[in-house]
Nanobody, 123 residues
Framework: QVQLVESGGGLVQAGGSLRLSCVASGRTFSAYAMGWFRQAPGKEREFVAAISNIGSSHYADSVKGRFTIARDNAKNTVYLQMSSLKPEDTAVYYC?????????????????WGQGTQVTVSS
């Protein structure tokens, strides 16, 4: 069983930055793509960013140029650096592990999820 634990969320003013971290248990972290999703109150969970097992990344249009996903396989950790934050970025952010090494934007492709971390951006 794989466990994912997110951290780094919090309250930040618009225009500010936060870095989310997600630590995964297990010894096969490097073999799988990892993703970040978010869910705002009253809205469906949406794709934010993903990184493949070889380090190629993919972003939602809404965060492109502002967010950066990265991974450190030695630490079993995936990061989401968020800059130029906007109030509409407010959501619970979830880390997830893909079923394969390739990136995907659909939630059903991910079979392990963290508990989520709250990000609140004030205007």
């Amino acid at each position: 069983q794989v466990q994912l634990v997110e951290s780094g969320g919090g309250l930040v003013q618009a225009g500010g930055s936060l870095r989310l971290s997600c630590v995964a248990s297990g010894r096969t972290f490097s073999a799988y793509a990892m993703g970040w999703f978010r869910q705002a109150p009253g809205k469906e969970r949406e794709f934010v960013a993903a990184i493949s097992n070889i380090g190629s990344s993919h972003y939602a249009d809404s965060v492109k140029g502002r967010f950066t996903i990265a991974r450190d396989n030695a630490k079993n950790t995936v990061y989401l650096q968020m800059s130029s934050l906007k109030p509409e970025d407010t959501a619970v952010y979830y880390c997830a592990r893909d079923r394969t090494g390739s990136t995907s934007v659909v939630a059903v492709q991910y079979n392990y999820w963290g508990q989520g971390t709250q990000v609140t951006v004030s205007s």
